[in-house]
């Protein structure tokens, strides 16, 4: 049988493994300076930033702890509502705590800015954002994002924990998809 190969499913290589790894490894260092003397939350937003944490996780030398959120936000269509809703929600209380959401993509921004606002209501001490990827072409909403990987062009990627129908998630690098896939 012929090997299943979901590399061939993309059109082009974005951003590479290499490249993710010394832009996480910038971002961490900007981030252990910012953090020097606090305790970093780290708050994942499942499931497309999980392996955004666990390399940035595991390249940042500050001690952290990890927690995971899951929210919907998107209703049929494959464009944000704005309208967001919790899956899976904190163990963590964030009275007081550092807290630093990770993100995958930030697309037309609006999932993100609900979730700011909603983990800001909870009395931490502070509230950043670290996204690998940001499509400031798509932007509806201004958002201050402290740490940004790679600013992309306004098209569907996937890969490096994003989706296309639950697929490619897997994938080292972030690509975008081949046409014939989806039509
Ligand atoms: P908004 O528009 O609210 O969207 O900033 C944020 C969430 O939408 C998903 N998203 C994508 N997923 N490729 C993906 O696989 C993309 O190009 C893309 N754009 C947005 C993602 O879950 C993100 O957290
Ligand atoms: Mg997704």
């Known amino acids: 049988m012929e090997p299943r190969d979901i590399d061939g499913d993309l059109t082009e290589i ?4 290499e490249q993710i790894r010394a832009r996480l490894a910038e971002m961490c260092r900007s981030i252990e300076i910012d953090y020097a003397d606090k305790d970093v939350l780290l708050v994942g937003v499942l499931k497309g930033a999980v392996m955004v944490m666990a ?3 595991r390249e940042l030398t500050l001690p952290i702890t990890m ?6 936000s998107y209703g049929s269509g494959t464009s944000s509502s704005g309208v967001v809703r919790i899956l ?3 163990d963590t209380d964030l009275t007081g705590r550092h807290v630093l959401i990770v993100e995958d993509i930030i697309d037309s921004g609006l999932t993100l800015s609900w979730l700011l606002a909603n983990l800001k209501s909870r009395g931490p001490a502070s509230v950043e ?3 690998l990827l940001r499509k400031p072409e798509a932007a509806t909403v201004d958002i201050d994002v402290k740490y940004v990987g790679f600013d992309i062009p306004n098209k569907f990627v996937v890969g490096y924990g994003l989706d ?3 697929k490619y998630r897997n994938l080292r690098s972030v690509g975008i998809l081949a046409p014939h896939v989806y039509s």
């Open 14 to 17: 974005l951003i590479d493994q």
């Open 55 to 57: 390399d940035l996780a």
């Open 67 to 72: 927690d995971w959120m899951a929210v919907s």
């Open 88 to 90: 899976k929600d904190l």
């Open 129 to 131: 954002v670290c996204a």
């Open 164 to 166: 296309y129908a639950e």
